[in-house]
């Protein structure tokens, strides 16, 4: 192990606080559980977290991922047994909170941080351990999967103050002890951890990796990337050899097994070799790093790039922009949209394919019905958009209560303003009007005689001729 | 001066045509996820794809899983101008808000510095159209309580952007049940989905006013092009605001 074993109470109390605070999420996530708007008595949000690192780290190993959904639909039946009451959906919340709260979506899925008291000789200094648990990862083909951090399988894998490679070294020294004393039940147990170190390490060198080729400017290649390859190199190295002998060791054992332990010795085997597939795969990665770099500093000496640090985009840019005048923020909408939205291809006019389209004999229907693009809809005097049942049925009203004698439209629309009727049942009763006029098949229509007076209708909504309206007698 | 083989300089023009087509994935284009790759480990194709980018106002951003991040120049046919984005006609504290509603989606996204340097590969947060706007609106009014100026003072286009916000409904039915555009909530759910044809944020449902997720996509786009031109916009306005003060 390459942990020093600490020489004073100082550095015991501050290796065993760290280790300690590292665990401090998980039970943060526990203790506000009573201050959600949900009733979580009876969950322990801890269990449910760790099984889900747990089931992440499974498909993880796998090469795969697990979705949210996934992942949730995999806890659901775990809250039910700790909740039976609750319904599906209710479950389903449960589940949901549990990872949404691993992601640390509540923060923005910003890094957890846990502050402690470190003790520096004499003094005591306040530090931050800063971690995140799971991560969503962008797959190829759209998908998203969960992926567990390197924290996390430290937390899951209990051996929270040791590094990796260390964990590593230890496990496999066990492992081969009780593959060599015949301990194949433990030897199986042992292997599962090792497992779950190689994927741990895999995160680690992976993330190391892509710090380094995303901003070549920021890491020390010479002293300290080089320096990491190559430890990660002899480490990998070391690794396969041992891999390589455990496997020996696996084979000539299942040679000789009998059937009681060949079932978990073939498991065993599986378990190596999968991790002796990953140490080559993270091997051959390391190979060609240099040569990656060395593209990446060619490439990026030639970025445009204005400075090494990020602006915070809430305290430096939206809460600055709030302050500004707001035709000054104006004048800056076109550039702010220029940067924020993605390219927008201008649509291209292809001459051949328009006359194609102009030519082509109209194609028949298909009655489906076109909603009308949200983006543009603007809310217009809404006095004035619609009427209600209320007003259709005023409107039936005046017509039916008009006297069985010819009257002008515009003498009629007049007297009705007179009397105090809304601007929009006028409007609503010059549109069943006109309705009525154009449509000589309208039940309500035969009951009227409506004709054209040959003079022009002057009202502030409608204008056209003025309207003779006459309601027929029904005859007995 | 490397001449360039016209077969490379296709290649670099399809790689470009492949990054424009909204949804197209590598895993799903074979073509694409070669011509990614030789991006990636072939230096000619790098500077030739780079360059014809540049020759199209564009900007090789990066790469995520999911394919290659473009940026539009200011100056380009590809930029979104606000005149495109809304086509009807646009008051000055319209434009305001849309420009601030771009600032605001950001801004929750990627708040601070460092949550702009996760991994190319980690897709963002999920989030809410409702989220961004009470968001907007907390903002602003916590900056109301700080105030100590009188409202009614100067014209509209002198008043500070906050409390344009605070004026604006956050959200109107219209007569059929949908969302007045003009809204606060019109506006951010506009801005989403125009982000999401360019596959930089992804719709999850319905819930809570629309729930979206930020993709690895938008953070490069925001790291790579936007953070910093943001920032030194915005600032290239304080000294104007800070002068008219004094006066």
Redesign the interface.
């Given at each position: 192990m390459s942990e020093v074993a600490p020489d004073n109470w100082q550095d015991a109390v501050t290796r065993r606080l760290r280790t300690l605070v590292r665990l401090g999420p998980l039970h943060r996530i526990e203790a506000v559980k009573v201050h959600r708007d949900d009733d979580l008595e009876g969950i322990d949000l801890r269990a449910l977290c760790l099984r889900a690192l747990d089931l992440t780290i499974e498909r993880m190993g796998l090469g795969t991922g697990m979705t949210h959904d996934e992942l949730c639909d995999e806890l659901e039946p775990i809250v039910g047994r700790m909740r039976p009451d609750l319904s599906p959906a209710e479950r389903r919340g449960v589940a949901e909170a549990a990872v949404l709260d691993l992601l640390n979506e509540r923060d923005r899925r910003r890094e957890f941080r846990e502050r402690y008291a470190a003790f520096d000789g004499e003094r005591v200094v306040h530090r931050e351990i800063c971690l995140r648990l799971l991560r969503e990862s962008e797959l190829g083909d759209g998908t998203i999967v969960l992926k567990a951090t390197t924290e996390a399988i430290n937390i899951y894998a209990g051996m929270l103050e040791y590094p990796v490679e260390d964990a590593q070294i230890a496990e496999e020294a066990v492992l081969r002890s009780q593959i060599h004393r015949g301990l194949i039940a433990d030897a199986v147990k042992t292997a599962q951890r090792y497992r779950m170190r190689s994927i741990e390490y895999e995160q680690k060198i992976q993330a190391y990796l892509e710090t380094a080729r995303r901003d070549v400017t920021q890491v020390d290649w010479i002293h300290e990337v080089l320096a990491f390859l190559a430890g990660a190199r002899a480490h990998l190295e070391d690794r396969q050899r041992h891999d390589h002998d455990l496997l020996r060791s696996i084979e000539d054992r299942l040679d000789a097994a009998g059937d009681s332990d060949a079932g978990a010795l073939a498991r065993l085997r599986d378990t190596v070799e999968e991790c002796y597939r990953r140490h080559m795969q993270l091997h051959g990665r390391i190979i060609p790093a240099n040569q990656d770099y060395l593209r990446e500093q060619d490439r990026q000496v030639f970025r445009p790039r204005l400075a090494a640090s990020y602006p915070d985009l809430e305290a430096d840019v939206l809460r600055t922009a709030l302050e500004l005048p707001a035709g000054a923020l104006a004048a800056l909408a076109d550039g702010l949209l220029a940067r924020f939205q993605p390219p927008r291809p201008p649509p291209q006019l292809r001459l051949c394919t328009l006359i194609d389209k102009l030519l082509a004999p109209r194609r028949a229907s298909d009655d489906t019905e076109v909603a009308p693009e949200l983006a543009d809809l603007e809310t217009v005097d809404a006095t004035r958009t619609y009427f209600t049942a209320d007003d259709h049925a005023v409107v039936e009203d005046l017509l039916t209560s008009l006297p069985p004698q010819e009257l002008l439209l515009s003498t009629w629309f007049a007297e009705l303003r007179a009397d105090g009727v809304e601007a929009r049942l006028l409007r609503l009763l010059g549109l069943r009007l006109l309705a009525l006029f154009g449509n000589p098949d309208d039940p309500l229509a035969r009951r009227y005689s409506i004709r054209s007076s040959g003079r022009q209708f002057i009202d502030p909504d409608f204008s056209g001729d003025d309207l003779v309206l006459l309601r027929k007698v029904p005859t007995p | 001066m490397t001449p360039f083989h016209f077969e490379t300089i296709e290649s670099a023009a399809r790689l470009v045509a492949f990054g424009?087509t909204p949804g197209l994935?590598?895993?799903?284009e074979p073509a694409y996820?070669q011509l990614i790759e030789r991006y990636?480990?072939d230096?000619t194709m790098?500077h030739c794809t780079?360059a014809v980018a540049r020759g199209l106002h564009?900007?090789v951003l990066g790469f995520?899983?999911?394919g290659v991040v473009?940026?539009?120049n200011?100056d380009g046919?590809?930029?979104?101008?606000?005149a495109?984005?809304?086509?009807?006609t646009l008051s000055?504290?319209d434009?305001?808000c849309?420009?601030?509603v771009?600032?605001?989606?950001?801004?929750?996204?990627?708040?601070?510095?460092?949550?702009?340097?996760?991994?190319?590969?980690?897709?963002?947060?999920?989030f809410s159209t409702n989220k961004v706007v009470a968001y907007?609106v907390r903002?602003?009014e916590e900056?109301q309580r700080r105030s100590q100026h009188d409202p009614e003072l100067g014209s509209?286009?002198?008043?500070?952007?906050?409390?344009?916000?605070l004026q604006r409904p956050e959200t109107?039915a219209?007569?059929d049940g949908?969302?007045?555009?003009?809204t606060l909530h019109?506006m951010v759910?506009?801005a989403l989905?125009?982000?999401e044809?360019?596959?930089?944020v992804r719709r999850l449902s319905d819930d809570d006013g629309g729930t979206w997720?930020a993709?690895?996509a938008y953070r490069i786009?925001?790291?790579e092009?936007?953070?910093?031109?943001?920032?030194?916009?915005?600032?290239s306005?304080?000294p104007?605001?800070d002068a008219?003060a004094q006066e």
């Open positions: - | 424009l994935k590598p895993a799903r996820a990636r480990t230096p790098r780079d564009l900007a995520t899983p999911q473009l940026g539009a200011e046919p590809f930029v979104h101008k606000l495109d984005y809304r086509r009807t000055v504290e434009r305001m849309h420009g601030l771009q600032l605001a989606i950001a801004a929750w996204c990627f708040p601070a510095a460092q949550d702009l340097a996760a991994s190319d590969d980690s897709a963002g947060l999920r907007v903002l602003s900056l509209p286009e002198l008043r500070e952007a906050w409390r344009a916000v109107r219209t007569p949908r969302r007045a555009a003009s019109g759910e506009y989905e125009v982000l044809k360019g596959s930089l997720q993709l690895a786009h925001v790291r092009l936007a953070a910093h031109d943001a920032f030194t916009l915005v600032q306005v304080r104007a605001r008219a």
